[in-house]
């Protein structure tokens, strides 16, 4: 049961020590990804070397995440940034194929903590995502949700967000990238 109304806050070195718990707490975050996936490669690196990175890069600043609070605890996060920050995305080469011009801004990835999910933390740290990318200039701004209507999806395959989420705050489909997920625009 969350205990108060939620709010969001960036990742950065204050807020870094419940972030790390909340990953800490969820086995590292799909077998220790540590939120690094989308900043570059994973293969062959371990858990450690990821947690390292997420850890040096909030503490200098190079990566960019809406974090999720009830009180003190960390309930998720939507993580956002520039192409050049967020490289690696999924269904990369079909996205490559159609794609006319990078947007300002993508949102690449959303965790919600065991015991957190529907209850509303993806939509708040969407909310807070945009309000720190609107904070930072604005732009045109990406996301890569999954379809989620009319079919039973396992949490593992919504790591890039809801696509009723993403609509819900005035994204448009722009183009589907594989089956079931979709490139969604929004100018902020």
């Known amino acids: 049961m969350l205990r108060n109304v939620l709010t969001t806050r960036a990742l950065d070195a204050d807020t870094w ?6 990953v800490e707490a969820n086995n590292g975050v ?8 989308f900043h570059l490669k994973l293969k062959g690196r371990t858990a450690a070397e990821n947690r390292a990175e997420k850890e040096r890069r909030a503490h200098d600043g190079t990566t960019r995440n809406a ?4 009180g003190p605890d960390c309930l998720g996060w939507c993580q956002f940034g520039t192409p050049a920050e967020l490289p690696e995305i999924k ?3 079909r996205y490559d194929k159609g794609l006319t011009t990078l947007p300002d801004w993508r949102i690449t990835c959303f965790f919600t903590g065991k015991g957190h999910r529907n209850k ?3 939509n ?3 909310a807070g995502a945009l309000d720190q990318i609107a904070a930072l200039g604005g732009g045109v701004v990406e996301g890569y949700p999954e379809e989620t209507d009319d079919r039973k999806v396992s949490g593992s395959f919504l790591h890039t967000g809801p696509m009723a989420a993403f609509e819900n705050h005035g994204f448009t489909r722009t183009r ?3 089956p079931h997920r979709w490139v969604v625009t929004r100018t902020i």
């Open 17 to 22: 020590p419940a972030f790390a718990a909340l």
């Open 30 to 37: 799909w077998g220790g990804c540590w939120c690094v996936g």
């Open 67 to 70: 974090l999720v609070f009830d």
């Open 91 to 93: 269904s990369k080469r």
């Open 120 to 122: 509303g933390v993806a």
């Open 124 to 126: 708040a740290a969407l």
């Open 176 to 178: 589907a990238i594989a």
